[in-house]
């Protein structure tokens, strides 16, 4: 059974800083890019940052320098490192894993962690 569980969102000030963590189980994690995506209230969910298997990285033009993607394969964990975060940050966090073979996409998607940003 594949699990992805999402931990650290909450609440902060603006400013402040958030550490989003996605443990993986059930899938073989350094096969697979790595993303968090969000959907704010009334928004469509959006690609935040994604990691590939092999460690590249992109983000989402409105978190380009305040937000770092980052994995740890020996613990199956993929992180969200938030800075500088502002209310239009405001959105449940969702993390995804992702893998491209011919004729088949395999895509996973944990249960959210809903993110508060106060002004």
């Known amino acids: 059974q594949v699990q992805l569980v999402e931990s650290g969102g909450g609440l902060v000030q603006a400013g402040g800083s958030l550490r989003l963590s996605c443990a993986v189980s059930?899938?073989?994690?350094?096969?697979?890019?790595m993303g968090w995506y969000r959907q704010a209230p009334g928004k469509q969910l959006e690609l935040v940052a994604a990691?590939?298997?092999?460690?590249?990285?992109n983000y989402a033009n409105s978190v380009k320098g305040r937000f770092t993607i980052s994995r740890d394969n020996a613990k199956k964990t993929v992180y969200l490192q938030m800075n500088s975060l502002k209310p239009e940050d405001v959105a449940v966090y969702y993390c995804?894993?992702?893998?491209?073979?011919?004729?088949?996409?395999?895509?996973?998607w944990g249960q959210g962690t809903q993110v508060t940003v106060s002004s």
């Open positions: 990691i590939t298997s092999g460690g590249s990285t």
């Open positions: 995804n894993a992702a893998r491209l073979v011919p004729g088949k996409t395999y895509d996973y």
């Open positions: 059930g899938i073989i994690f350094s096969i697979h890019t």
